[in-house]
């Protein structure tokens, strides 16, 4: 059974990082895919980063050079450091696995796995 549980999320200032992290336990996949989303307030959520059991890391525009995916397979968590953070940046923060080949392994996926989130605020 997949669960996924979130933390780290906090209240940072304008250009600030952060770091957000997913403790995962994984269903018996041959291969997955592993990503963060967001949910802005007010706005439908919305894909940011996602690493396959390959390795391979994408990102949306938004996030690319300032986001980064991190995949711990020792310690069995997801990690999504986050740099230079904007008010935009504001959101919910969602943590998603689903067993897929890597060439369908994109942020825009779709996932039946959900954790419950964790919050992050950008004040400016």
């Known amino acids: 059974q997949v669960r996924l549980e979130e933390s780290g999320g906090d209240s940072v200032q304008t250009g600030g990082s952060l770091r957000v992290s997913c403790d995962v336990t994984?269903?018996?996949?041959?291969?997955?895919?592993l990503a963060w989303f967001r949910r802005p307030p007010g706005k439908e959520r919305e894909g940011v980063a996602s690493v396959g059991s390959d390795g391979r890391a994408r990102y949306v525009d938004s996030a690319n050079g300032r986001f980064t995916i991190t995949w711990d397979r020792t310690e069995n968590t997801l990690y999504l450091q986050m740099t230079n953070l904007q008010p935009e940046d504001t959101g919910t923060y969602y943590c998603a696995a689903e067993g897929k080949v890597a060439s369908d392994c994109r942020p825009e996926g779709w996932f039946g796995n959900w954790g419950q989130g964790t919050q992050v605020t950008v004040s400016s």
């Open positions: 994984l269903a018996n996949w041959w291969t997955y895919c």
